[in-house]
Nanobody, 124 residues
Framework: QVQLVESGGGLVQAGDSLRLSCAAS????????MGWFRQAPGKEREFVAG????????YYADSVKGRFTISRDNAKKTMYLQMNSLKPEDTAGYYC?????????????????WGQGTQVTVSA
């Protein structure tokens, strides 16, 4: 049974930093593509950052490039999202996702497994 568990969300002020974690179990962590998505109230879920299945392939949404950094620790089966210079528009529920598919990393439909999400709220 695959489980993805996010943690690290919270309430911060604009300009602050947070690090989100996604702990995975029940899958071959080194063989999956993984991604971070976010969803604000009334909006569609959108891609934030991700790893493709190809070694060294990382992708970022334009809105977070230069501020967010994705990383993974295969030994710990954990993926991270370091978020710096947070803005109020980054406020959303953040979800991690995983798939064995060789699909397009930024598409929600590519992913088969999802965590329950962690809330990030950035005040002005």
């Amino acid at each position: 049974q695959v489980q993805l568990v996010e943690s690290g969300g919270g309430l911060v002020q604009a300009g602050d930093s947070l690090r989100l974690s996604c702990a995975a179990s029940g899958l071959t962590f080194s063989s999956v593509a993984m991604g971070w998505f976010r969803q604000a109230p009334g909006k569609e879920r959108e891609f934030v950052a991700g790893f493709g299945r190809s070694v060294g392939s990382t992708y970022y949404a334009d809105s977070v490039k230069g501020r967010f950094t994705i990383s993974r620790d295969n030994a710990k089966k954990t993926m991270y999202l370091q978020m710096n210079s947070l803005k109020p528009e980054d406020t959303a529920g953040y979800y991690c996702a995983a798939t064995y598919q060789w699909g397009v990393t930024y598409r929600v439909s590519t992913y088969d497994y999802w965590g329950q999400g962690t809330q990030v709220t950035v005040s002005a």
